[in-house]
């Protein structure tokens, strides 16, 4: 069965510093997809970003960054100098093609990131 | 149109109550899913269709009968739910899993429900 573990429970900054939230994952598929949410307090699911199990290229957008690296199973995420909007729950997510049909997202427990003035 | 709209956004029902939430899509998606989240936990997923047909079934409660009518539309009947089914319910769509053009789901901005 699939697993996401983001061992951080709760991180608090200070603005402007970088922060990197850890995620690891398992799975028996070959073929699977890795994402990342952010869920503010008003509850929606906000999509950060996607990457495939075959391609292994790390992603800069902006502030964020991210690193894939299969042979560790691990896909962490990093946000270089924070700001308070940044505050929110993180997820990381693992996807993979369901038994007959449809797929299985499964989240991580999520990250709770506090970034103080 | 790139969003999936969920309707209520805020639901209040009795324990003996019947109600249903809804859920659209005009991506052309065919995959469609509803997940459950409690307070400071990640979504639970508790079903998946595809092409209409329920696929994935995580073993939720029969009070909780989804349903969907088309492509586009996606609901979840509520009956004698209990106080521990307040969450958040989310819904989302996605295109079927290939390898080569899975692009993610895009998710609704939730029912929040308080069973009382």
């Known amino acids: 069965a699939q697993k996401v573990t983001q061992a951080q429970t709760e991180i608090s900054v200070v603005e402007k510093e970088d922060v990197t939230l850890d995620c690891v994952y398992e799975?028996?598929?070959?073929?699977?997809?890795l994402f990342w949410y952010k869920q503010p307090p008003s509850g929606e699911l906000v999509f950060l970003i996607r990457r495939n199990s075959f391609d292994e290229q790390n992603e800069i957008s902006g502030r964020y960054s991210w690193n894939f690296q299969k042979s560790t199973s691990s896909f962490n995420f990093t946000i270089t100098a924070s700001q308070v909007v940044d505050s929110a729950v993180y997820f990381c997510a693992l996807s993979e093609k369901g038994e007959t049909s449809g797929s299985r997202l499964t989240f991580g427990e999520g990250t709770q990131l506090t970034v103080n003035p | 149109d790139t969003e999936v709209t969920q309707t209520p956004k805020h639901l209040v029902m009795g324990m003996t109550n019947k109600k249903s939430l809804k859920c659209e899509q005009h991506m052309g998606h065919r995959a469609m899913y509803w997940y459950k989240q409690k307070a400071k936990k990640p979504p639970e997923l508790m079903f998946v269709y595809s092409y209409e047909k329920l696929s994935i079934n995580e073993s939720v409660p029969s009070r909780f009968s989804p349903e969907c009518p088309n492509s586009s539309l996606l609901n979840l009947h509520l009956h004698a739910l209990q106080p521990e089914d307040s969450a958040l319910y989310l819904c989302?769509?996605?295109?079927?899993?290939?390898?080569?053009?899975?692009?993610?789901?895009?998710f609704g901005s939730g029912t929040r429900l308080t069973v009382v």
């Open positions: 799975t028996r598929d070959t073929t699977y997809y």
């Open positions: 989302a769509s996605s295109q079927e899993h290939d390898r080569r053009f899975f692009h993610g789901y895009t």
